[in-house]
């Protein structure tokens, strides 16, 4: 059984940066691998960005790519999301979630455990 806490969300201006943190706990991080999900208001979950297990690969949605970067420290069982250059199209409530498996990180159905989600707002 993993537990996921998210924290640091809030509210920013367009153009500005946030930085999301997912604590792990209950499991051995090391073998597992985390992504990040997002969902608006009437919208569908929707990837953003996952890292594998061993570090090896990362994925990113193409309407994050170049803006945000996940990334794990392992000694204190955390993962992270840098957000830079956020528009309003980024505002949604994001999830972060674990699974076991090393590929088909994009869907959500992947995963095994998921955090209870940080709100994150962007202001034009």
């Known amino acids: 059984q993993v537990q996921l806490a998210e924290s640091g969300g809030g509210q920013v201006q367009t153009g500005g940066s946030m930085r999301l943190s997912c604590a792990a706990s209950?499991?051995?991080?090391?073998?597992?691998?985390m992504g990040w999900f997002r969902q608006a208001p009437g919208k569908e979950r929707e990837f953003v960005a996952a890292k594998s297990w061993n570090g090896g690969n990362t994925y990113y949605a193409d309407s994050v790519k170049g803006r945000f970067t996940i990334s794990r420290e392992s000694a204190k069982n955390t993962v992270y999301l840098q957000m830079n250059s956020l528009t309003p199209d980024d505002t949604a409530v994001y999830y972060c979630?674990?699974?076991?498996?090393?590929?088909?990180?994009?869907?959500?159905?992947?995963?095994?455990?998921w955090g209870r989600g940080t709100q994150v707002t962007v202001s034009s």
């Open positions: 979630a674990a699974t076991r498996e090393w590929n088909l990180l994009l869907l959500p159905g992947t995963y095994d455990y």
């Open positions: 209950g499991r051995t991080f090391s073998g597992t691998s």
